[in-house]
């Protein structure tokens, strides 16, 4: 049986990650930031040096972040078009206001993905049910929790992606929300873009793989990254998972 391997991306140098402090202070032109031209050009770097794992992977999964979205398109053109997947729960840990997100309108008029659709109005302000009630989540902080949720929502995406054979969807079986990440498998976003076909016993949807060999890239930020497998990358950093 052969396991799907996992990649995880940090976005490439954003505008946030090169202002000055003065800059961060007043936050101005900062939200959501888009890539620098250094980061820009990271991203023609990143495109070409991933051509060797190209016809593997069959899916980018990105945050709905500017930066994180801009690095998945240049990702997905390095690998001849592969399709590319929002996944809300890859958004950063928000702290900054670069980390405030933008309208799905907004987002969908510069990117070409179906799955902006699926957004909501404030997706990046998206608490878990059982969020820390005495630290509450504002617009710049999210407690520990709602971080926790999306890395377990994360972790869950993961794990229907797992095997080659058949893998049991746990997230599907819960049910949710696309916007938090919950029930995306039960979409077959994921599914489809790995090469699976559904298969039903049940209440619990299983997944026969068609596709001989696979990965899956995720496009997130350094902090959720840190939170969720322990590393620290650089703007523009690939390293596998699994």
Not at 140 to 164: F, Y
Request: hydrophobic share 40%; net charge neutral; aromatic share 4%.
């Amino acid at each position: 049986m052969q396991l799907v391997r996992m990649y995880v991306v940090r976005h490439c140098e954003s505008l946030w990650n090169c202002a000055s402090k003065e800059q961060r202070a007043s936050g101005e032109g900062l939200r959501d930031a888009r890539l620098s031209e250094v980061g820009i050009r990271q991203a023609e770097q990143l495109k070409k040096s991933i051509k060797d794992i190209a016809g593997q992977v069959k899916v980018v999964l990105s945050s709905p972040l500017t930066r994180a979205l801009q690095t998945a398109e240049a990702i997905s053109l390095g690998l001849g078009g592969v399709p590319i997947v929002i996944l809300p729960a890859l958004r950063e840990v928000r702290r900054d206001v670069s980390d405030l997100g933008s309208p799905p309108e907004e987002l969908a008029k510069a990117f070409d993905f179906s799955s902006i659709n699926d957004l909501k109005a404030e997706w990046w302000l998206q608490q878990c049910e059982e969020h820390d009630v005495k630290v509450e989540c504002s617009e710049l902080h999210e407690c520990g929790v709602c971080v926790a949720a999306r890395i377990k929502t994360v972790r869950e995406v993961m794990k229907c992606a797992e095997a080659e054979g058949r893998t049991s969807c746990a997230c599907s079986a819960r049910g949710g929300s696309p916007e938090q990440g919950i029930g995306f498998c039960a979409r077959q976003s994921l599914v489809q873009g790995i090469g699976a076909k559904p298969q039903f016993q049940g209440a619990k949807p299983q997944f026969q793989s068609t596709a001989a060999s696979k990965a899956i890239i995720m496009v997130s930020h350094s902090d959720f990254i840190r939170a969720l497998c322990g590393r620290d990358l650089s703007n523009g950093e690939i390293v596998k998972l699994a």
